[in-house]
């Protein structure tokens, strides 16, 4: 009898210290993991590369293309509280419509104030937007019954005369986190494709 309890009590030493060893792995793996995440924000923010061109009078040249045949303005609008850095960039509080644009084979996101370009930013990613992601994320647009009667004379006056006809705008979508070593990630999603951005919370870490 007396045998068998200290084989129980074995037991119980040996299944608590498979489970602490157990244990301890799961939680260094997740550090380390945790930790090559932070190193690769590091070593993409610092192989990022500020804008090396502005446009003329910050006017956006295919703006006048990407609006002509939308009721409204088809870019996102980015609503920031207090201050991001990107290098020696300090994005200031405001409104901004976020819009992709491709220069030299590299892609940016302008950020625009009335119509102006105010900020340059690189992208260090531009993937396709996952499969149904719009759907899931975008709320269906509830419409009243004078709402409803307006867009279908639009859409029959589009019929009747493409010239007046207008499109649907790109679906868009932003996320906005905060990371750790003082990192945000802000991912813009325009159309079929979402641009992804890191910003830092000070100037501290250039």
């Known amino acids: 009898m007396i045998f068998y309890i200290n084989n129980i009590f074995a037991m119980k030493k040996i299944f608590i210290f498979v489970l602490t060893f157990f244990i301890s792995l799961i939680f260094s793996a997740n550090f380390s993991f945790a930790a090559e995440i932070d190193d690769d924000y590091i070593q993409i923010y ?24 939308y009721a409204y303005s088809p870019y996102p609008l980015f609503r920031l509280n207090s201050p991001i850095y990107f290098k020696s960039v300090t994005v200031e509080p405001g409104y901004y419509n976020l819009t992709p644009r491709e220069h030299n084979g590299e892609w940016y996101v302008l950020f ?13 990613k531009r993937e396709i937007v996952p499969l149904n992601f719009y759907e899931t994320h975008l709320p269906k647009p509830k419409l009243t019954f004078t709402q409803k009667v307006h867009i279908k004379f ?31 990630s802000v991912v813009v999603y325009y159309g079929d494709f979402r641009y992804f951005l890191l910003f830092k919370a000070s100037q501290n870490f250039q």
């Open 112 to 124: 625009k104030d009335n119509g102006k370009v105010k900020y340059y930013i690189p992208c260090y």
């Open 154 to 184: 639009i859409s029959g006056v589009g019929r009747i005369s493409k010239c007046s006809k207008r499109r649907s705008a790109p679906k868009t979508y932003l996320e906005f986190d905060e990371l750790d070593n003082e990192f945000y």
């Open 46 to 69: 610092n192989h990022l590369m500020p804008a090396d061109f502005t446009y003329i009078h910050d006017i956006d040249p295919e703006q006048y293309y990407d609006m002509q045949n």
